[in-house]
């Protein structure tokens, strides 16, 4: 997704989270597949005025979109962005690297 082809996401996580950490958030990603967004908000939210959404364990930060709807009706979850929590508020930064990461991702998928 970046010019090196990797998501920043998978590189975060190869590098600083934990297996305890990963397997909490695939949990919480199997909750997102299975309930939709009406997961806590404590754990999944939309960030306001944006077309991301945040996913939180205790120290990590997941941004992501919904992505295309699927053939069978249901839409992907996109992550693009990982980081560990240094504040209660998101950084802009990390917010801008989103939002770019979904620009790039969304060119590709016009090509389907």
């Given at each position: 997704?970046?010019?090196?082809?990797?998501?920043?996401?998978?590189?975060?996580?190869?590098?600083?989270?934990?297996?305890d950490d990963e397997l909490a958030t695939?949990?919480?990603?199997?909750?997102l597949?299975?309930?939709g967004t009406s997961v806590s908000v404590h754990k999944f939210?939309?960030?306001?005025?944006?077309?991301l959404y945040e996913a939180?364990?205790?120290q990590h930060r997941?941004?992501?979109?919904?992505?295309?709807a699927q053939p069978d009706g249901r839409s992907t979850l996109v992550l693009v962005?990982?980081?560990?929590?240094q504040?209660?508020?998101?950084?802009?930064?990390?917010?801008d690297r989103a939002l770019r990461l979904k620009a790039v991702y969304e060119e590709g998928q016009g090509d389907e």
């Amino acid at each position: 997704m970046e010019t090196n082809n990797r998501c920043p996401y998978v590189d975060y996580c190869d590098r600083e989270v934990s297996q305890d950490d990963e397997l909490a958030t695939l949990a919480l990603i199997g909750r997102l597949a299975d309930h939709g967004t009406s997961v806590s908000v404590h754990k999944f939210k939309k960030l306001h005025g944006l077309e991301l959404y945040e996913a939180r364990t205790d120290q990590h930060r997941f941004l992501g979109f919904i992505g295309r709807a699927q053939p069978d009706g249901r839409s992907t979850l996109v992550l693009v962005n990982a980081f560990k929590k240094q504040q209660d508020r998101t950084r802009p930064q990390q917010i801008d690297r989103a939002l770019r990461l979904k620009a790039v991702y969304e060119e590709g998928q016009g090509d389907e």
